[in-house]
């Protein structure tokens, strides 16, 4: 997540966040180490007090929660900007991730599984990996101004610094090598990522090659 008094990037990971990070950070905040300000970040509408001028919001935050915590007049001023990922593709580009990643929690877990068919199931399971509660209210409609695609990140991404009156290109960083997305997928896992994130699908207009013609 990126906060500045001009822009809120929503940092969905898996989708290039990082890299987007990266190349935006120095038109951002600074970022505090702070275990105080991360906790204030849950106060929500208290924030309204003129706390938000001191939160520190995790790595992943929803827009719903930064817009609980920022008083409604600077949250609605903000370019609100997100960036999304063919959810067939990101569940292999996590599965790799998680693989080589051997700091993170559940490295040893996916290591020890037989295959992508296990991770995936077991995925799905935790019913957690989604990308529309990012970017969507209680209701389900979008709170942000911007959603760009991974499939043409640096059109979208040009897009973006437009509306900032920035320039700056992409870095890469956090890539996994593999073999094309769709050789991992049998016809039952295919049906198994389509109806568990039907909403992220239909919501971004995804199918399994890519974006909707």
């Known amino acids: 997540m990126l906060l500045s008094k001009n822009f809120l ?17 120095p038109h951002a905040f600074p970022r505090a180490d702070s275990r105080l300000r991360r906790r204030l970040t849950w106060l929500g509408k208290l924030n309204r007090l003129g706390l938000h001028r001191v939160l520190e919001f995790p790595e992943h935050v929803t827009a719903a929660v930064v817009q609980n915590c920022l008083p409604p007049e600077i949250y609605g001023r903000l370019f609100k900007f997100a960036f999304v990922r063919n959810p067939w593709d990101r569940l292999v ?38 990308q529309h509660t990012y970017v969507c209210g209680a209701d389900g409609n979008l709170i942000v101004d911007f959603v760009g695609y991974y499939e043409r990140l640096e059109e979208d991404f040009a897009k973006v610094c437009a509306r900032l009156g920035v320039k700056e290109s992409l870095p890469k ?11 991992y997928y049998t016809p039952d896992l295919r049906v198994l990522v389509a109806d568990h994130y039907r909403r992220d699908i239909e919501l971004f207009q995804y199918e399994f090659d890519g974006l909707k013609k």
């Open 173 to 183: 960083a956090n890539t996994s090598k593999h073999d094309d997305y769709r050789s």
């Open 93 to 130: 580009s996590r599965y790799h991730f998680l693989l080589r990643s051997t700091d993170r929690t559940d490295h040893a877990r996916i290591k020890a599984m037989k295959n992508f068919d296990e991770y995936l199931r077991w995925e799905i399971a935790r019913d957690k990996f989604y």
């Open 9 to 25: 990037f929503i940092h969905v990971d898996k989708a290039a966040g990082t890299s987007i990070q990266r190349a935006l950070r």
